[in-house]
């Protein structure tokens, strides 16, 4: 599981949804979704210090450094490390957050031919993230 330290920023709500923008280190912001609202979860206020988990497998990885698409969370990362498997290999990043992991396809994985040192774009859907104190 990935694990980024932020501050919530802001939190936009609507009846049982809320946006919460949270700000991690090096003024980098992601965008999650959930199914709560500060009236159901006291932890969603302003200036809360929060972490934010995403599995493994919801890292999106693209060699292309500006893609014109519809995910809001992007940073740009280093390959640090490959770790091949059978059917499934691990891609160690590293950006300026912290260190993420991503898990995919080994077949996958030769396809793109991903390399270490290699910069690539890290892309997490909002609605793939978790909060917690």
Known sequence: MNKLPGKIKHIKNSEYLSEVTIALENNAMFNVFLVETPQTASYLQPEQKINLLFKETEVIISKN???????????????????????????????????IKSLLGSTLLQQMNFAESQEVLILVKANEIMLSE
Do not use: F, R
């Open 65 to 99: 450094l500006t893609p014109d698409i519809s995910i809001q969370n992007q940073l740009k990362a280093e390959i640090i490390e490959i770790k091949p498997g059978k059917i499934l290999s691990e891609i160690i990043l590293k950006s300026h957050v912290g260190e």
